[in-house]
């Protein structure tokens, strides 16, 4: 199966159907670290990354902000002094699809530079 | 008076005094749309800034992560497609110092660039 970072986000219709439970349950273990959240009841993935410093934390977000225009899917990014904190979710239907899944993969790809 | 957005930051130590009550009411009115919150017991200053797309946002975000490392002060910085909310308040002393209305101030002069 093709790896989720070797994936391109698709067009995410407001028809599309969400991930399943069944495909959430397959593909929140190939993502290290993502927590599930739910707010407002909306289901949304994300992590926190720690740097030493703010310059550091800011350079990611950055890294971050490019990504989500090259795949023009656009995640929360929360920078602080030595963590920034990425949330994604598909607005368009109020839920994860498998967009969202692909570009946690990726995001993890840019902490790792 | 000194406005706020011509004052700089100056070193913060532990055991300085948060804003008192009496200018904190002084001072808050000098800053138009900022809100006071207050979370874990902790007095913050926030404000969300409106963009219309996710790169005047970002660009916004990177413009006061410079402010941040110039006045050697950090604020919580949420970057979401077309919109960003800045929150201000010193780690230091848990609670809301001078540094921080200046830093607000000095926000929205960035937001007007």
């Known amino acids: 199966m093709t790896q989720l970072k070797q994936q391109q986000c698709t067009v995410c219709r407001p028809d599309a159907a969400p991930v ?48 989500a225009e090259a795949e023009d899917h656009h995640p929360a990014i929360l920078t602080e002094w030595g963590r920034v904190t990425v949330t994604w979710w ?5 839920g994860l699809h498998i967009n969202d899944f692909i570009c946690a993969a990726k995001t993890d790809q840019l902490a790792e530079q």
């Open 20 to 67: 399943s439970d069944a495909d959430l349950d397959r593909l929140l273990p190939e993502l290290a670290g993502w927590q599930l959240e739910e707010r407002d009841g909306v289901k949304q993935l994300e992590k926190q990354f720690r740097f030493p410093n703010y310059a550091q934390s800011m350079a990611f977000t950055q890294r971050v902000a490019e990504l």
């Open 90 to 94: 598909t607005h368009t239907i109020n």
